[in-house]
């Protein structure tokens, strides 16, 4: 119960700094990726916030060895750039350039009633799944494990 | 290059990243876990999982945030200009490309760069640039 408590919380800061900094719209995200256009940089801000922010949390972390609320702090152990690193990134960066959403915003977006939202996040977990099955199957090319970066 | 002063709100973008840092923050030393948003949908999405719960809570989180930032700021809502089509294909791409890859924007552009995973930097690299060559296309050679 704590831990869905903190996690709801989590979500709504999350959310807020979303709303708060514009990147909950799509045509402020497709502003940042159009270089060749009228360029509007609002999404390195973004970015650079959070990291200052982020990083000395992490840095604590990396010393800690239990959360706050019970359980082990679980940082990613993947160090190699690999192939499905690389291709997943491209593809993932395709279909960001594509709808100017990616997965957070496309999520906060419900919460404004949005149908386009809808068609996002409905066809987002379509492709998560599709990934399981086609990663289950030991496809050619799709590694078995993929580690949350 | 032309700056779109119009539309640029470095103050704004400063702040909501520093709420989103501070979300990213709470979670790895609050739960122990990595605020990536695909892997929180992901993860949700095996419900069987005993990780499920918080993600859904997290989730709710998310999709409450506008209720409250709408009576904070002054904020309209958002505007989806392709069409459903094209929306249902970046979904598709996005989905399978953020599991293929491990990370999407929060888990690899925030996260991943604050914890100075090398692995993080070229993921964020490489979609920054496969979405930055994505638009080019859309607008300014089909367009």
């Given at each position: ?18 709303c ?60 190699a750039i ?7 990134a ?27 939202a ?7 977990a ?12 030991r ?11 | ?6 539309h ?6 400063l ?27 992901a ?26 930032a709408?009576a ?7 505007a ?42 070229a ?5 920054m ?15």
């Amino acid at each position: 119960m704590k831990r869905n408590a903190f996690a709801l919380a989590v979500g709504l800061i999350f959310g807020l700094g979303l709303c708060l900094s514009g990147m909950y719209e799509p045509a402020k995200v497709t502003g940042f990726l159009d270089l060749a256009g009228l360029w509007d940089p609002s999404l390195a801000f973004v970015m650079g916030g959070a990291i200052v922010v982020a990083l000395p949390a992490f840095l604590v972390a990396r010393r800690r060895s239990a959360a706050w609320i019970g359980g082990a702090i679980d940082l990613p152990a993947a160090q190699a750039i690999d192939a499905p690193l690389v291709v997943g990134a491209g593809v993932f960066g395709v279909g960001w350039g594509l709808g100017g959403v990616c997965p957070a915003p496309g999520v906060v977006d419900l919460g404004f009633f949005s149908a386009g939202a809808a068609i996002f996040v409905v066809s987002m977990a379509a492709g998560m799944l599709v990934y399981r099955a086609a990663a289950g199957r030991r496809l050619p090319g799709l590694r078995l494990l993929a580690q949350d970066a | 290059m032309h700056i779109d002063w119009a539309h640029f709100t470095p103050l704004s973008a400063l702040a909501g990243g520093a709420l989103i840092g501070l979300a990213a923050a709470l979670l790895i030393l609050g739960l122990g876990r990595v605020m990536g948003a695909a892997g929180v949908v992901a993860g949700a999405l095996e419900v069987h999982d005993a990780d499920a719960p918080w993600r859904w809570s997290l989730i709710v989180g998310l999709v409450l945030s506008p209720l409250v930032a709408r009576a904070l700021w002054s904020i309209a809502p958002p505007a989806f200009d392709a069409s459903w089509l094209t929306l249902a294909a970046s979904g598709l791409l996005v989905g399978f490309g953020a599991r293929l890859g491990s990370g999407c924007t929060s888990g690899h552009g925030v996260c991943g760069l604050a914890r100075l995973s090398p692995r993080s930097f070229a993921a964020t690299g490489i979609f920054m640039a496969t979405a930055f060559a994505t638009v080019f296309v859309v607008r300014h050679v089909v367009g």
